[in-house]
């Protein structure tokens, strides 16, 4: 077996997405409670672009090859690893490495195919998935019967986000960047849908009735129109900063209507708090997904060897769902 493959880097260390291309790489080898997983197809996250600007570098210890979310097949085994054997299907949350013919990943961040997925689709699972459960339901503590606002309603996070609260019984009000995206997320279960860009949408949003839990992607722009379209005692998540992370805050309206502000980001966690949520995510969200009530929205598929135009295309902003690699 060869000990180098094929990855994508990124000429100059950073750069614009032309920057990167595929290269022989030395092949990673597993350790001690570590899989070696053949990727097959791998999940492109915003955080990626951030990286490859420069802007977000790998925490210690994960490789600074790309990719955040992996599904393949099982290569090789470290010691320690009971759970899992060569040739398992399984789809991997990672510290990174996903651009690539093979990855490592710690044996307890790795999880089955759900029931009637296949690899691309499995692919764009672990990052969303964790996100949303870590953050909507763990840390928002939203419950059936509550009013979830989700901002970036056609990102990958934001149809996750939909679809995870309309399978726990919450309602869902979703913002867009325009009437067609807004229908979109209607599609994927959205009760009312707002177009973002129009001066009215904060009066759109409390007319039906303000919410219990924000899922904010925007930062500094919204955060205003966030507190204030919460109910009493609700509260404010904030996992991205798009629009910039210095605001002001009146302490004192958190405090008349009880609020809870939180925020958090997923790379930087350690192992073991990443393997709680996978048995969290297996345990709670896999079920949604073997009965069809959550579904991967794959928007475009790219070739390895096209990771550039990946990478404009989610920069775009355009997509509806997942943007993913196929690994030949």
Not at 100 to 106: M, N
Not at 235 to 250: C, F, P, Q, W
Request: net charge neutral; with cysteine; glycine share 10%.
């Amino acid at each position: 077996m060869s000990e180098t493959m094929r990855a994508v880097t990124i000429a100059g260390g950073k750069g614009a997405a032309s920057a990167l291309r595929v290269e022989r790489v030395p092949k990673p080898q597993p350790r001690a409670g570590e899989l070696l997983v053949r990727v097959r197809a791998a999940g492109v996250n915003r955080p990626d672009i951030v990286q490859r600007e420069g802007r977000y570098p790998p925490p210690p210890g994960a490789p600074d090859i790309l990719g955040l979310e992996a599904a393949g097949e099982v290569a090789a085994v470290g010691a320690d690893v009971a759970r899992w054997k060569i040739g398992d299907p399984v789809t991997a949350l990672l510290p990174g490495g996903g651009y690539a013919e093979f990855a490592t990943v710690d044996g307890r961040n790795a999880l089955p195919l759900p029931a009637g997925l296949d690899f691309v689709q499995a692919a764009a699972l672990p990052e969303t998935v964790f996100t949303v459960w870590s953050n909507v339901f763990e840390r928002g503590a939203l419950r059936s019967g509550e009013t979830l606002l989700v901002h970036g309603a056609n990102s990958g996070i934001g149809v996750t986000a939909i679809q995870m609260a309309k399978a726990a019984g919450a309602r869902v009000i979703a913002t867009a960047r325009s009437p067609a995206k807004a229908a979109q997320a209607r599609s994927v279960g959205a009760d009312v849908t707002v177009d973002s860009t129009c001066a009215d949408w904060v009066t759109e949003v409390r007319s039906a009735g303000g919410v219990d839990v924000v899922l904010d992607m925007v930062g500094a722009d919204f955060f205003v129109a966030n507190v204030e379209l919460l109910k009493p005692d609700g509260r404010l998540v904030v996992i991205a900063t798009m629009s910039g992370h210095k605001v002001e805050v009146d302490l004192r309206v958190l405090m008349i209507k009880r609020l809870s502000l939180t925020a958090s980001t997923l790379r930087a966690r350690g192992a073991d708090e990443k393997a709680r949520l996978a048995r969290a995510v297996e345990i709670n969200v896999w079920p949604w997904l073997a009965a069809g009530r959550v579904r991967p929205i794959i928007d475009r598929t790219f070739p390895l060897e096209r990771a550039s135009e990946a990478h404009e295309w989610l920069e775009q902003g355009s997509q509806f769902g997942k943007v993913v690699l196929i690994v030949e």
